[in-house]
T-cell receptor, first 110, second 114 residues
Framework: GIQVEQSPPDLILQEGANSTLRCNFS?????LQWFHQNPWGQLINLFY???GTKQNGRLSATTVATERYSLLYISSSQTTDSGVYFC????????????FGTGTRLQVTL | NAGVTQTPKFRILKIGQSMTLQCTQD?????MYWYRQDPGMGLKLIYY???????DKGEVPNGYNVSRSTTEDFPLRLELAAPSQTSVYFC?????????????FGEGSWLTVV
């Protein structure tokens, strides 16, 4: 199956700082999603981005499918951005049968 | 709009007991999934369904069973619970295909087997 590696595993930022999270994957994909898991365990979908670039407020993501990586950018971080960020990929024709990375744990401090 | 609803939220089971985790979605999504998340890890797919009456195994199906009698409901059955099934379980759903293939998760069910 597809291997998904995320880096860095842990990240501590001061409020207001910017960060870049990386997701590398081992095979071609037709489905890539970024999620935020908050400290209460809730999983929120941030982006569906199998290729290209998307932006949503302070967050943006870029996937370069030919080079098998995706980046998640967080600008002007806030304490509410704390949690674990997961990249998940899939390469089947139907359904979101996703393989998850082990995540980047982000802590934003005052 | 409730989205994906899971029950129960917390449960303690004794080894060998059985139970069913309930999941329902009100978004009329064709696809539904059950994932488990072990501490410090990402999620792993247990079972999924592409529509009523159709289910298939994911990466870690052993010890579990599912059914999909309606579009809305996708219960997960644990038979003969084992300590290795201590985990957080997430039900999810997604639209059919294409750019709207975003997956939506329930709030999770914390299960401990003792």
């Amino acid at each position: 199956g597809i291997q998904v590696e995320q880096s860095p595993p842990d990240l501590i930022l001061q409020e207001g700082a910017n960060s870049t999270l990386r997701c590398n994957f081992s095979d071609s994909v037709n489905n890539l999603q970024w999620f935020h898991q908050n400290p209460w365990g809730q999983l929120i979908n941030l982006f569906y981005i199998p290729s290209g670039t998307k932006q949503n407020g302070r967050l943006s993501a870029t996937t370069v499918a030919t080079e098998r990586y995706s980046l998640l950018y967080i600008s002007s971080s806030q304490t509410t951005d704390s949690g674990v960020y997961f990249c998940a990929v899939g390469n089947t024709g139907t359904a979101s049968k996703l393989t998850f990375g082990t995540g980047t744990r982000l802590q934003v401090t005052l | 709009n409730a989205g994906v609803t899971q029950t129960p939220k917390f449960r303690i089971l004794k080894i060998g007991q059985s139970m069913t985790l309930q999941c329902t979605q009100d978004m009329n999504h064709n696809y539904m999934y059950w994932y488990r998340q072990d501490p410090g890890m990402g999620l792993k797919l247990i079972y999924y369904s592409v529509g009523a009456g159709i289910t298939d195994k994911g990466e870690v199906p052993n010890g579990y069973n599912v059914s999909r009698s309606t579009t809305e409901d996708f219960p997960l059955r644990l038979e003969l619970a084992a300590p290795s099934q201590t985990s957080v379980y997430f039900c999810a759903s997604s639209p059919r295909t294409g750019d709207r293939n975003t997956i939506y998760f329930g709030e999770g069910s914390w299960l401990t087997v003792v």
